[in-house]
């Protein structure tokens, strides 16, 4: 394992520029709209969440789950695959990668009972998902290890004097900024730096009377940090941008759209 990100295989293999991520849709692109297209991403997270709570993870293992799923899907597509094989795998390599292991065999029955209502449950055994295990590793190339905002987030929050009502809200905002591609394109400080701005921006920051946070210029606190402001502004609209999907994304419609997509004839 790498001591810092910036001599991590995330670093180093894992960080994609747009084009990549734009040829990596293409396939599904035929067949749905971009905005459909993301919103059963969502959805595909959504599912992964639900499992993770339905396990008890933590949510740093539910974010790797996510960043695994997003990786596998660089190279692959939703029509030509099983989407959920592919997240129930991802959860429980997840689990592994973050030292918290669960029996592979809990994994697909807590599978089948959360996937009930969608799907009629899991269709596969734990010796599909072990199998299939071997090729999310090859897709992956066998680079697991993943970095999170989380660490740094809660750092500088910590050191601005920022109270856990602020602190909650920026670390909602990097929950949700696993359904943008954001932890596939930029360092992980970065995230964390766009959450705590937009806590700042939409009036949810709460700093300790006092505290470095409550007497500094924040918007000067950012000009003079020693990062891409860019970035951070690109970060947010990002996130911003997802937060307008999801407002008219509906649940219950997933299941109809994802099947349109496998049926779908070339």
Same mark, same amino acid.
């Given at each position: 394992?790498?001591?810092?990100?910036?001599?991590?295989?995330?670093?180093?293999?894992?960080?994609?520029?747009?084009?990549?991520?734009?040829?990596?849709?293409?396939?599904?692109?035929?067949?749905?709209?971009?905005?459909?297209?993301?919103?059963?991403?969502?959805?595909?997270?959504?599912?992964?969440?639900k499992l993770g709570k339905r396990l008890q993870l933590r949510?740093?293992?539910?974010?790797? $789950?996510?960043?695994?799923?997003?990786?596998?899907?660089?190279?692959?597509?939703?029509?030509?695959?099983?989407?959920?094989?592919?997240?129930?795998? &991802?959860?429980?390599?997840?689990?592994?990668?973050?030292? &918290?292991?669960?029996?592979?065999?809990?994994?697909?029955?807590?599978?089948?009972?959360?996937?009930?209502?969608?799907?009629?449950?899991?269709?596969?055994?734990?010796?599909?998902?072990?199998?299939?295990?071997?090729?999310?590793?090859?897709?992956?190339?066998?680079?697991?290890?993943?970095?999170?905002?989380?660490?740094?987030?809660?750092?500088? &929050?910590?050191?601005?004097?920022?109270?856990?009502?602020?602190?909650?809200? $920026?670390?909602?905002?990097?929950?949700?900024?696993?359904?943008?591609?954001? &932890?596939?394109?930029?360092?992980?400080?970065?995230?964390?730096?766009?959450?705590?701005y937009l806590t700042i921006v939409l009036n949810h920051a709460?700093?300790?009377?006092?505290?470095?946070?409550?007497?500094?210029?924040?918007?000067?606190?950012?000009?003079?940090?020693?990062?891409?402001?860019?970035?951070?502004?690109?970060?947010?609209?990002?996130?911003?941008?997802?937060?307008?999907?999801?407002?008219?994304?509906?649940?219950?419609?997933m299941l109809m759209l994802y099947k349109e997509l496998k049926?779908?004839?070339?």
């Open positions: 394992m790498a001591a810092n990100y910036w001599a991590s295989t995330q670093k180093h293999h894992w960080t994609l520029d747009r084009w990549t991520l734009a040829k990596s849709r293409e396939e599904d692109l035929k067949y749905v709209s971009e905005s459909d297209y993301v919103k059963l991403r969502i959805w595909f997270y959504h599912l992964i969440q949510q740093q293992v539910v974010a790797t $789950a996510f960043v695994y799923f997003k990786r596998f899907y660089i190279n692959n597509s939703l029509r030509e695959t099983d989407p959920v094989l592919v997240l129930v795998t &991802c959860v429980y390599l997840a689990t592994k990668i973050e030292e &918290c292991p669960i029996h592979i065999k809990m994994v697909t029955q807590e599978a089948k009972t959360v996937f009930q209502a969608e799907f009629g449950g899991f269709p596969y055994d734990s010796s599909r998902v072990a199998e299939f295990e071997f090729y999310l590793l090859e897709e992956l190339e066998f680079y697991l290890i993943v970095w999170h905002p989380y660490r740094t987030l809660t750092q500088i &929050c910590n050191e601005l004097g920022m109270r856990e009502t602020g602190l909650q809200y $920026a670390w909602f905002i990097v929950n949700d900024s696993y359904r943008t591609d954001v &932890c596939l394109l930029y360092p992980p400080h970065l995230i964390s730096l766009a959450a705590i709460d700093f300790a009377p006092g505290s470095t946070g409550d007497q500094l210029d924040i918007k000067q606190w950012f000009a003079d940090l020693n990062v891409d402001i860019k970035s951070i502004i690109e970060i947010s609209q990002e996130i911003l941008s997802i937060y307008e999907v999801w407002a008219d994304w509906k649940e219950e419609k049926n779908k004839s070339k």
